[in-house]
């Protein structure tokens, strides 16, 4: 092997290191045997989880989402989906933290509105830096916005998740250019988070060098989710190979694979 | 005496202490973590966190989410 080819080091956040790459959300599932199933048909080590007032005054014996993906097996993100203001993101993560024993990384996600869930970078930029400063491993979603994602990274975010399109649009990577850009750029960990919609996507995501990609959507939503958590493990892997082996370059003409020499015609 | 619980106005017979509070919810033994007046308090504290009139009082869990 020479020294310029790529190497396969593990994905590693905040100095905890993840088998896969694939990191699935627990959102959207019929019931939580089909969450448990589909998550461990992806592979993922690394889930996330919202975090929600909760039901007073209800079944006792309701189940709990920490019984069907526990902690014991997974890593759990818990994520600040919902929170508009970087105050309400820093509550939702330190009420996390309690809840998790102390476990201190999470997803911010400050957004905009609620008809795009658009990241609000200049919530996300305040959140992230007292979350930072309070000892959070803060991993971020984001824009596609290369100077923003830059600056999450100096506030000292330890992974960077811009959207590939819209949360839960499916689109896949709508700005490859800028993403592009983001990856050339980072010494963090950088994901795609939001829009994959099928394991192309993934895929390309990965072949670009992307260090992981989120998906929640595009498994939940699948007719037969279960199938397309191992879809999507298998295009993550696909996708990171590729990114290793470095694809062939694109030629303006054909180049024969078969040789011309001993042609019978020659 | 009456509090803010979850959002919602709550009568409480007595000054009740945090953890008395999730007995009496049936809570107790369930993962939640809980704020009063949107600062944690810390599971090691909920036996001797006594609530005072008014307080408003986040209990959350973790459910599906992206």
Redesign the interface.
Same mark, same amino acid.
Do not use: C, D, Q
């Given at each position: 092997m020479s020294a310029d080819q790529r190497q396969d080091i593990p994905l590693t956040v905040a100095g905890r290191v993840f088998a896969s790459r694939l990191l699935v959300?627990?959102?959207?599932?019929r019931d939580f045997d089909e969450?448990a199933a589909a998550v461990e048909a992806s592979g993922t080590e690394l889930v996330?989880?919202?975090?929600?007032?909760?039901n007073?005054?209800q079944n006792?014996d309701e189940p709990?989402?920490?019984d069907a993906v526990p902690t014991s097996r997974y890593t759990?993100l818990?994520?600040t989906?919902g929170c508009y203001t970087a105050k309400d993101a820093v509550?939702t993560c330190? #009420?996390?933290?309690?809840?998790?024993d102390g476990h201190n990384l999470v997803k911010l996600e400050v957004l905009g509105d609620d008809g795009t869930l658009y990241p609000n970078v200049v919530e996300t930029l305040k959140a992230a830096e007292t979350l930072v400063n309070d000892g959070f491993d803060v991993m971020v979603y984001t824009s596609d916005d290369p100077i923003v994602a830059k600056e999450l990274e100096r506030i000292g975010c330890c992974a960077v998740m811009p959207l590939g399109s819209l949360?839960?649009s499916g689109h896949g990577l709508l700005n490859p250019t800028s993403l592009a850009i983001i990856l050339d750029n980072a010494e963090v960990p950088i994901l795609v988070d939001a829009g994959i919609g099928t394991p192309s996507d993934a895929a390309l995501a990965m072949e670009m060098g992307c260090a992981g990609v #989120?998906i929640?959507?595009a498994i939940a939503h699948a007719r037969q989710p279960v199938r397309m958590a191992h879809a999507m493990k298998l295009a993550v892997d696909a996708g990171r190979e590729a990114y290793l082996a470095e694809r062939m370059p694109r030629r303006a003409s054909a180049s024969p694979s078969s040789p011309f020499a001993g042609r019978i015609n020659a | 005496m009456h509090i803010q619980?979850?959002?919602d106005h709550r009568e409480l017979a007595s000054q009740l202490t945090i953890s008395e509070l999730i007995d009496q919810?049936?809570?107790t033994g369930?993962?939640?973590?809980?704020?009063v007046n949107?600062e944690?308090v810390?599971?090691s504290q909920h036996a001797d966190t006594r609530l005072s009139p008014g307080d408003r009082v986040?209990?959350?869990?973790?459910?599906?989410?992206?």
């Open positions: 959300g627990t959102g959207k599932y969450t996330t989880v919202a975090v929600r007032r909760t007073l005054g006792p709990n989402l920490l759990i818990p994520n989906a509550r330190k #009420l996390a933290r309690e809840l998790l949360i839960g #989120l929640n959507s | 619980l979850n959002g919810l049936a809570l369930r993962r939640i973590a809980v704020e949107e944690i810390p599971r986040e209990i959350v869990h973790a459910i599906g989410g992206g």
